[in-house]
């Protein structure tokens, strides 16, 4: 019997879960997208993840090789055990690697979100893309800046896990030690999320509107139910000087929090993906952030690494958690 040449993958996030028929080529096949349950039970979650994944199985026509799951949250790396999900706590503690091989009778292989993201992008985005104009990356920092701000880091074909499969939170370094510096979910204060995500925009560009002084900006002839990331960044491709100066700050935090992943991982390329990342090339902010980075790094090998953004946009995890299959099956497997 010949090798299965496909794997199933599963992106599951805080609102959307997506599947996916993905090839070795990390080219996807087929796909589909569905709604979390709202406010769901454990089991009603299970459920409907068993029933998505049935259904891709299905899609595949044939026998897969596993199944890839990239998780909105800290995942143990072995069992696949969920931790404390902040957007999916319902499920903290449940392990899918258990579930879904006695569910599936296939391999099963879970991981974190942003470091899946990161793995998709080395093997089959912008680290793929620099190895075939004969630049190959050794080591690959990804960060997702969109709800949150999360991280992954890949080394020479690895995912870089930590002790427990925590490392590269970046979105919970600090990057503001100042009295002003604003309170972050993780209850820290200081937090590049805090600054940076998209809830962090808005709720910049809301503070700053309810404090006064900025009549003259689009944004105040909003309802505060209106001013979001999204639409700071529609005010500021207008110029408005309100907006303007929200994104220098986020510009500012992410090359602080940047500056320090460039010293910390050595990293010769850096990814960004995630929504707001799309708003920032779209404002061709990214070179910029990647000046401040080269005025603070230490040394010229320090400074030697490309800033581009993500390659495989909302497929990043699908495609990361392909990966992982590929990676963990091993060449032959
Ligand atoms: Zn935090």
Redesign the pocket.
């Known amino acids: 019997m010949s090798t299965p040449q496909v794997a199933v993958a599963m992106d599951w996030g805080g609102t959307w879960t997506r599947t996916a028929v993905i090839d070795r080529q990390g080219d996807i096949l087929w796909q589909s997208r569905a709604p979390n349950p709202q406010g769901g039970s454990k089991e009603e979650y299970l459920t409907n993840a068993e029933r998505l994944l049935a259904t891709a199985i299905e899609q595949a026509g044939g026998p897969v090789a596993g199944i890839g799951a990239a998780l909105a949250g800290p995942v143990e790396p072995t069992t696949g055990t969920f931790y404390q999900p902040p957007n999916l706590m319902v499920l903290d503690g449940v392990s899918f690697k258990a579930l879904w091989e006695k569910a599936f009778d296939v391999p099963v292989f879970v991981g974190n979100d942003a470091n899946l993201a990161a793995f998709g992008e080395y093997y089959f985005g912008a680290g793929k893309e620099s190895a075939d104009n004969g630049r190959p990356v050794k080591t690959l920092f990804y960060v997702t800046v969109s709800t949150g701000v999360g991280g992954g880091v890949v080394d020479r074909g690895s995912v870089f896990l930590g002790a427990n499969g925590l490392t590269a939170e970046i ?2 370094t600090l990057v503001d030690t100042t009295d002003a510096a604003l309170v ?3 209850g ?1 204060r200081g ?1 590049l ?2 600054m940076a995500s998209g809830t962090g925009i808005g709720r910049i560009a809301r503070a700053k509107l309810a404090s006064g002084g900025f009549s003259d900006s689009a944004l105040a002839s909003l309802g505060a139910d209106q001013v979001d990331s999204e639409a700071v960044f529609a005010a500021a491709e207008q110029h408005d000087p309100l907006a303007v100066s929200i994104l220098d700050g986020v510009v500012s935090a992410l090359a602080i929090g940047l500056t320090n992943v460039v010293h910390l991982f050595n990293p010769d390329m850096v990814v960004l993906g995630g929504g707001v990342t799309d708003g920032l090339v779209k404002l061709d902010l990214l070179s910029q952030i990647h000046r401040q980075i080269l005025d603070r790094a230490m040394s010229e090998l320090h400074k030697d690494f490309q800033l581009t953004s993500s390659r495989l946009g909302d497929s990043v995890g699908l495609t990361g958690a392909a990966a992982l299959v590929w990676d963990q099956l091993g060449a032959g497997g």
């Open positions: 979105g919970h972050c979910q993780c820290s937090c999320e805090a």
